[in-house]
């Protein structure tokens, strides 16, 4: 061997455990066909004008240097009071509050700072393809449990066969992500249950909060008898506000947590962009009138898009929440969720995202695909008409 080829493996073993993102290559394919991106979960519409100029403003008034590490401390008050109103929860922003980079960062910062190597998280599948990549980032080894279509619940022994004494954490997403799933409050109490039973935490990301649609409501693992004080909500501005690449995330966990999280948050970002934690103080005084609207606005493209699957030929599972719906494709004659979506990304112009991504086994979701409705109408509309080809294909 010459001295100078290297003599060691310089990638490490835990970044071959995962691939780079499906969604995020789709969104490259989309553009690449020029295709419609009903792959990944950004919204093509604008953000509150509140927001932008308060950001804008904010710039030019030079809030342009760090702010404090953990969140600029009228940011984390703002998170604090819509919180008291929403969840109804009491939180203290100087102990209880940390700004992160967007809920990604929120999410993996907590799991350094809470989970040791060698510990056990469990994740409900299908799931957001961050998730097992960021137990293996921890050197925790994840577990998986279903959930079961069509409601997408899951089973409770196969839930209390996955905690043993190894069980360190618990990652919940509700509103589901890809599933649409909303967990009701006697679900939340069973898994509850066996995290106060095992002493594990709840990671319980909370990012589509106000996408819910009727008759459901969202309730947070943090307002379940006994589990405050060991919930960790991630959210963020993304979603709610139609601000995705701002990247403006928070955690709320109790202050022994959040001290850890801190330290963790410190040194993998310093801190949130200043002027932006600035924007998100006035987006966390927006009305409630604009939560409502927000629900409303997306439950009307909810019945678009439930509209122009069904009559393209495919099985849907019809969201309680977040902004995606899960489709089978098993009428379409396609041999994998890869093959179909290579091919309605480059024949017919529109972008899913295949279903194995969001399964340990991809197998599993190889008759499957997500769509998003984060979109204009005019945009779900030109989507429905490219996606009408696929009629004479379902079998």
């Not at 649409?180 to 509850?192: D, H, M, N, P, Q």
């Not at 066996?194 to 709840?202: H, I, P, S, T, V």
């Not at 969001?358 to 979701?365: D, K, T």
């Not at 109408?377 to 004479?392: D, Y």
Request: one cysteine or more; hydrophobic letters at 40%.
């Amino acid at each position: 061997m010459s001295a100078l080829e290297p003599k060691k493996e310089h990638v490490s073993r835990k970044a071959g455990l995962f691939t780079e993102s499906v969604i995020r290559e789709m969104t490259r394919e989309a553009i690449k066909y020029g295709a419609i991106n009903l792959a990944q979960g950004f919204p093509d519409f604008a953000a509150p004008e509140e927001i932008k100029r308060a950001a804008i403003e904010a710039i030019a008034g030079d809030v342009n240097q760090y702010a404090i590490t953990w969140g600029a401390q009228p940011f984390r008050q703002a998170i604090a009071d819509k919180v008291r109103w929403s969840l109804g929860l009491e939180i203290d922003p100087e102990t209880e509050i940390t700004v992160t980079c967007g809920s990604t960062e929120g999410m993996i910062a907590a799991m350094l700072a809470t989970v040791d190597p060698d510990e056990e998280v469990i994740i409900f599948e299908p799931f957001y393809e961050n998730y097992a990549p960021d137990a293996i980032i921890s050197g925790a080894r994840p577990r998986y449990v279903p959930l079961h279509p069509p409601r997408w619940e899951f089973d409770p022994e196969e839930l209390r066969r996955a905690f043993n004494r190894r069980t360190k954490a618990i990652i919940l997403c509700n509103p589901n992500n890809p599933t649409g799933k909303v967990f009701t409050r006697e679900e939340l109490e069973s898994i509850a249950a066996f995290c106060q039973e095992y002493d594990a935490l709840c990671l319980t990301d909370e990012i589509y909060e106000h996408i819910v649609y009727e008759p459901c409501a969202h309730i947070s693992m943090a307002q379940i008898a006994g589990m405050r004080e060991r919930t960790v909500i991630v959210n963020s501005l993304s979603k709610t506000y139609s601000v995705t690449g701002w990247r403006v995330g928070y955690c709320i966990a109790p202050p022994k947590i959040t001290s850890a999280i801190r330290k963790v948050h410190d040194f993998l970002t310093v801190g949130a962009a200043a002027p932006l934690q600035a924007a998100g103080t006035a987006a966390m005084h927006l009305p409630r009138e604009y939560y409502a609207a927000l629900r409303r606005d997306y439950a009307r493209r909810r019945e678009l898009l439930l509209g122009a699957l069904e009559e393209a030929g495919f099985g849907v599972w019809r969201p309680d929440g977040a902004y995606y719906i899960m489709t089978d494709i098993s009428h379409f004659g396609f041999s994998n969720d890869i093959e179909f979506a290579r091919a309605l990304v480059r024949d017919v112009g529109v972008a899913c995202v295949p279903g194995s991504s969001f399964y340990s086994q991809p197998a599993r979701g190889a008759q499957q695909v997500r769509f998003c409705f984060c979109k204009k109408e005019e945009t779900l509309l030109a989507a429905a008409e490219r996606l009408h080809r696929l009629t004479k294909r379902a079998r």
